[in-house]
């Protein structure tokens, strides 16, 4: 079955630049997506197609994607920016998540 | 704006059954397809299942193949997600999602937690 790999955890001080991965063997031809997790809400999008920013994302999140490994950038990581953070794709008519990463802000 | 919300949440025990609504408001809801995802206590997002906007297509996870069915009824812009023999395992927050135009899961409403427990 088709599985995402991300790692349990990042941690950043602010101000500083966290980066993200996400790999998965479909990436290459599948499209990206990632979502923040605050504790207690739902899921928002902030990257859709590896690399677009919705409307009200702030611009500091942006993606990128390089083989079977995308990747999600926060510039100048802010203490609100602390949440869990989940890669999503898609391979024959399975939606996939990764297991999430859960970004500090020391 | 898009609204989602969800209801038919509870505690049943093992072996039985629920039906989860999904109520959709905002946008035009006979035109995009849904998602059901689910998230266990302390765990990660798990999708669950898939409806096209006519109800012509639908796809499962392995896990909840055969027990589960999605559905939709575009008169009353509503998402439904029929759960049949239920597992401890299944225990989670059920979030029903709205797909974008780039196939994303771009609105999500906020949950309705399913406890399976005797």
């Known amino acids: 079955s088709y599985e995402l790999t991300q790692p349990p955890s990042v941690s950043v001080s602010p101000g500083q630049t966290a980066r993200i991965t996400c790999s998965g063997d479909?990436?290459?031809?599948?499209?990206a997506y990632w979502y923040q997790q605050k504790p207690g809400q739902a899921p928002v999008l902030v990257i859709y197609?590896?690399?677009e920013r919705p409307s009200g994302i702030p611009e500091r999140f942006s993606g990128s994607s390089s083989g079977t490994t995308v990747t999600l950038t926060i510039s100048g990581v802010q203490a609100e920016d602390e949440a869990d953070y989940y890669c999503?794709?898609?391979?024959?008519?399975?939606?996939?998540f990764g297991g999430g990463t859960k970004l500090t802000v020391l | 704006q898009v609204q989602l919300v969800e209801s038919g949440g509870g505690v049943v025990q093992p072996g039985g059954s629920l039906r989860l609504s999904c109520a959709a408001s905002?946008?035009?809801?006979?035109?995009?397809?849904m998602h059901w995802v689910r998230q266990a206590p302390g765990k990660g997002l798990e999708w669950v299942a898939f409806?096209?906007?006519?109800?012509?297509?639908?796809y499962y996870a392995d896990s909840v193949k055969g027990r589960f069915t999605i559905s939709r009824d575009n008169s009353k812009n509503t998402l439904y997600l029929q759960m049949n023999s239920l597992r401890a395992e299944d225990t989670a927050v059920y979030y029903c999602?709205?797909?974008?135009?780039?196939?994303?899961?771009?609105?999500w409403g906020q949950g309705t937690l399913v406890t399976v427990s005797s």
């Open positions: 999602a709205k797909v974008g135009q780039w196939l994303e899961f771009d609105y």
């Open positions: 905002g946008f035009t809801f006979s035109s995009y397809g």
């Open positions: 409806i096209r906007y006519d109800g012509s297509n639908k």
């Open positions: 479909a990436l290459p031809k599948q499209y």
């Open positions: 197609k590896d690399s």
């Open positions: 999503q794709s898609a391979d024959s008519s399975v939606w996939v």
